[in-house]
């Protein structure tokens, strides 16, 4: 059994069915997606579950199910969508006690509800993916996009890499017995860049780092966005 791990894409009204939702699941890597027709109450369940911040009055069914599994030391541990029949998805939840896997038949968006509450990875038999999936309209051209610009955030971070590999004759000949009086030449931020990266010089400005962070930012690279926060913080004492 080949497992595709998919994430919540979003929820959105069903155009074909009154009443109806379709949650999208998203493989990650291609942007494909597995539509699943739910109710109402389902889709604002998982809504709330997505939600962290929301915490309604009283609990929801799929909250009262995570609190008396957790009371029993239950855990879940993942959910698989393991079939797919007349346009029916299949779940079951695969839940943890002491060490023991149990696997649990659940309708796919009680399954879906109950992972995001518990943070649990969704899973689907890729040949699952590979029948129901669907590419909508639009999603290639943003994938390609994409990947455009992750190709041109990793090229200028490659370039900062490349710079901080550049070593500076004062960095170089640094040696952490010698005395005060002898690096008095040094700046503050080559002192605080040799400290921080063992004997390294940073040469590419901050405001062309700083650049690259909001372009990552507006283009929702937010993995990137944190390399680059997280490089501010070392080489500029950035806060």
């Known amino acids: 059994m080949s497992l595709v791990e998919l994430k919540v894409d979003r929820i959105q009204y069903s155009e074909t069915q009154t009443g109806a939702y379709v949650l999208f699941l998203k493989e990650p890597v291609t942007d494909k997606k597995l539509p699943i027709v739910i109710g109402g109450m389902e889709a604002h369940s998982i809504t709330i579950g997505l939600e962290k911040d929301i915490v309604p009055q009283r609990p929801l069914t799929h909250d009262l199910m995570k609190s008396l599994m957790l009371s029993y030391d239950v855990k879940l541990k993942k959910v698989i969508i393991n079939k797919f029949d007349?346009?029916?998805?299949?779940?079951?939840?695969?839940?943890?006690?002491?060490?023991?896997?149990?696997?649990?038949?659940?309708?796919?968006?009680?399954?879906?509800?109950?992972?995001?509450?518990?943070?649990?990875?969704?899973?689907?038999?890729?040949?699952?993916?590979?029948?129901?999936?669907?590419?909508?309209?639009?999603?290639?051209?943003?994938?390609?996009?994409?990947?455009?610009?992750?190709?041109?955030?990793?090229?200028?971070?490659?370039?900062?890499?490349?710079?901080?590999?550049?070593?500076?004759?004062?960095?170089?000949?640094?040696?952490e017995n010698i005395k005060d009086d002898e690096t008095s030449e040094l700046s503050e931020l080559e002192k605080l860049t040799i400290e921080l990266f063992k004997k390294r010089k940073v040469n590419y400005s901050k405001k062309e780092i700083e650049n690259m962070l909001q372009k990552a930012i507006e283009e929702e690279l937010y993995e990137r966005a944190g390399m680059l926060k997280r490089f501010l913080e070392l080489a500029f004492n950035k806060k």
């Open 86 to 175: 007349q346009g029916i998805f299949y779940a079951m939840l695969v839940t943890e006690k002491e060490g023991i896997e149990r696997a649990i038949d659940s309708r796919t968006s009680d399954a879906v509800a109950l992972a995001v509450r518990f943070d649990a990875p969704i899973f689907c038999e890729s040949e699952i993916l590979e029948e129901a999936g669907i590419f909508l309209p639009g999603d290639s051209a943003r994938q390609q996009q994409k990947q455009e610009i992750e190709q041109q955030m990793s090229e200028d971070l490659e370039k900062i890499l490349k710079e901080i590999d550049e070593i500076l004759e004062p960095a170089l000949n640094f040696d």
